[in-house]
């Protein structure tokens, strides 16, 4: 079958985004053992992984008011890549070392902006590694923007303008929590979950979204949202689905069961 998924592991999963960075390495470690065995269950599995920056990149980048407007901070461009670079890092050792073929791709090596909307970014070389049977993963990262000076792209715009290039047939996003709800399930005990994003309900859903809980200088759920459901209206075949990572074993259900039911579809 030669399915492509992209999956991300969200910075809220694989960081507390509340401690500067502290990455969560239990996550990662489990993550990638349930990645790994998706793999071997299915070898037609291509996969292309995708990782946010949490407590890393969203710190510095706040501190330094990349997103803030103004002239550009090249200084904080130069410390939030870094800081990016190192939960990469740590990443990309966890998941050799688990037995995933994963390659970093750094995605400000070749990434162009305008105005904060990711124009291009290099895709030969993903296809190569696909192609290989080799797992690319790509991250929230800076960027060099040709109004702003530079800007922060996150893994969802990476996706989406990957999805352009590459088509796959499913995105699934693991998060820390269970999906998208009506208020933030980590604040509010009354929040609902909601199962489901179309053109039936978006702009209701839309507006009862905000930011994200902890520091997100991508603009937290909201945003996700935005971009997936964006994305699916170019793609209506795609389908995306946000789970939560903090479950043992929901990872790879949701790489092997392409039916499965479990936190928020969007779909056009």
């Keep these: ?79 939030t890549g870094a800081a990016a670079a190192r939960l990469n890092r740590l990443v990309t050792d966890v998941f050799l070392v688990a037995d995933v073929p994963v390659v970093s791709i750094q995605p400000s090596a070749s990434a162009h902006c305008c105005d904060g909307e990711l124009v291009s970014m290099a895709t030969e070389p993903i296809e190569l590694m696909l192609r290989h049977g080799l797992v690319p993963l790509v991250y929230g990262d800076v960027a060099l923007d040709e109004v702003r000076g530079c800007t922060i792209i996150s893994t969802e715009q990476i996706f989406a303008h990957l999805a352009e290039h590459l088509e796959p047939a499913r995105i699934v996003l693991a998060g820390q929590v269970a999906g998208v709800f009506t208020a933030d399930p980590l604040r509010d005990a009354s929040a609902q979950l909601i199962p489901e994003i179309s053109r039936q309900n978006f702009d209701q859903v839309e507006h009862m979204l905000a930011g994200s809980h902890g520091v997100d200088v991508t603009g937290g759920m909201l945003t996700k949202v935005r971009v997936m459901y964006a994305l699916v209206q170019e793609q209506p075949e795609l389908k995306v689905q946000l789970i939560s990572g903090r479950q043992p074993g929901l990872i790879k259900r949701a790489l092997l069961e392409p039916d499965l039911e479990q936190g928020t579809t969007i779909r056009w």
Excluded: C
Excluded at 51 to 57: I, L
């Design 1 to 79: 079958m030669n399915e492509l998924v992209f999956l991300k592991l969200g910075g809220s999963l694989i960081t507390d985004k509340s401690r500067e960075a502290t990455a969560r390495e239990e996550v990662i470690r489990r993550a990638a053992q349930e990645i790994r065995s998706a793999l071997a269950a299915r070898p037609d599995l291509r996969l292309l992984l995708g990782h946010g920056s949490g407590s890393f990149g969203h710190f510095v980048a706040q501190r330094h008011g990349l997103l803030e407007g103004g002239p550009p901070n090249w200084w904080g461009y130069a410390e």
